[in-house]
Nanobody, 124 residues
Framework: VQLQASGGGLVQAGGYLRLSCAASGRTFSTYTRGWFRQAQGKEREFVGAINWNGGSTDYADSVKGRFTISRDNAKNTVYLQMNSLKPEDTAVYYC??????????????????WGQGTQVTVSS
């Protein structure tokens, strides 16, 4: 079972990136999918999450209105569209999957499966 995050890179402030997290080895269509990030020297923090059918999402206050999570269960993939990026968004972004996780639960400990992380760097 593997979650493969991709799409990170270097972008100027105000720019955008779209992260993808493709799952393999099993289907995650019934799982809540989440995104977390960890900046250097800081703790891992919640970015956003989406429930199994896309009907419920939640976001950290710091990204609300700028980031959007979506999923394609046929492709076993979740996306994170990041617009209006700021230097403070610089971090390694991790995708995760958790069964029976409420998207509003911002604790990373609730998630069972994790991707390897993709670096996002926003220059000022």
């Amino acid at each position: 079972v593997q979650l493969q995050a991709s799409g990170g890179g270097l972008v100027q402030a105000g720019g955008y990136l779209r992260l993808s997290c493709a799952a393999s080895g099993r289907t995650f269509s019934t799982y809540t999918r989440g995104w977390f990030r960890q900046a250097q020297g800081k703790e891992r923090e919640f970015v956003g999450a989406i429930n199994w059918n896309g009907g419920s999402t939640d976001y950290a206050d710091s990204v609300k209105g700028r980031f959007t999570i979506s999923r394609d269960n046929a492709k076993n993939t979740v996306y994170l569209q990041m617009n209006s990026l700021k230097p403070e968004d610089t971090a390694v972004y991790y995708c995760a999957a958790g069964l029976r996780v409420n998207p509003s639960s911002k604790s990373w400990t609730m998630y069972e499966y994790w991707g390897q992380g993709t670096q996002v760097t926003v220059s000022s």
